[in-house]
């Protein structure tokens, strides 16, 4: 029992420094909340969707901005519009406010600041990917030893 | 308040048709739903919305359909048909206006929650969107089934989040005009978790009785 007590302690620290560090805000507890019995495993079925369209999204938008007869900008927004939906839609605040800095020199049509941009968005996306598995592998292992996840608010 | 639990347990349940280009999303709201005891269909298009409908857009008449649609949840920013478009189709087709539509946007934006609701969209929900927004939405649904053959349209959209202010909701049923007039601006929301920003995506209108 001391066992699966100590993975609770280290979950309950670990999600609760993804909040403190920005990395997941007030959206992702409300996922957490709607976990259940029936789909213990909802938040992070979410998070792989949200990973392949993240992993999608940002390699069009690489993709669009190496075209060397021109950048097409209107694109680069859509991409920006759909991660910021989804990211936001998920609770990864970073990369959601990632997007919002990348919309304002995509709306510039500036392609020198939306590469620094991409780059600051994919190293926002494997900051949060990398996290979220180290949380979910937490989960996992709380499971397996016989307990259940806590709640954190 | 579990009105939209308590009602439903004793009748069939209201199946909503979710409509979101994203997948992300139309995981969320299909969680939202089912955990508000609600049937789920979800489709990633207005064009698949109104297949799945039975509207056939060619012919201009009904297809088959296998199951009755009691609300529609549309994204508004979707390749395509917007959630605007979808919107307006469905409110000019004699066999689906009825079905109340409710129009989610990730972008507050005065002049599209306008439109939206001018053209009989029944609630703007700015995303992302909450349980608390989904439990609303029932409610105004179970409340608006109970008094269908009136005229009525609901309009108060000030619903405060925090449950302790229920009695904020009692001023839900007098009638109002049809076309709405220039936006009021809403009280001071007294729910912990409300923004001025969050009061204005539902306190559109506001019925002074």
Known sequence: ?153 | MEVAGEVLASESQLHVLAVDDSHVDRKVIEKLLKISSCKVTTVESGARALQFLGLDEEKGSLGFNGLKVNLIMTDYSMPGMTGYELLKKIKRSSAFREIPVVIMSSENILTRIDSCLEEGAEEFLVKPVKLSDVKRVMNDCIMRGETEGNNRRRVDKRKFEDDNHASSSSSSSSSIPSSPSSPLPSSPSTAATSSPLHSLKRAKLRDDN
């Open chain 1, 1 to 153: 029992m001391d066992f699966v007590n100590q993975l609770q302690r280290k979950f309950i620290d670990y999600s609760s420094s993804l909040h403190r560090e920005g990395i997941v805000d007030d959206q992702f507890t409300q996922l957490r909340k709607l976990e259940d019995e029936n789909s213990p495993h909802f938040v992070m079925e979410v998070a792989s969707l949200f990973f392949e369209d993240c992993e999608k999204l940002i390699n069009n938008m690489a993709i669009a901005l190496e075209q060397k007869q021109g950048v097409d900008f209107k694109q680069i927004d859509e991409c920006i519009h759909q991660l910021k939906g989804s990211s936001s839609s998920i609770g990864a605040m970073r990369v959601k406010n990632a997007c919002i800095a990348f919309r304002s020199f995509s709306d510039a049509q500036n392609r020198e600041g939306c590469l620094r941009c991409l780059q600051q968005l994919s190293h926002e996306y494997s900051l949060l990917k990398n996290k979220l598995q180290t949380l979910f592998l937490l989960e996992q292992q709380i499971v397996a030893a016989g307990g259940s996840i806590p709640r954190v608010h």
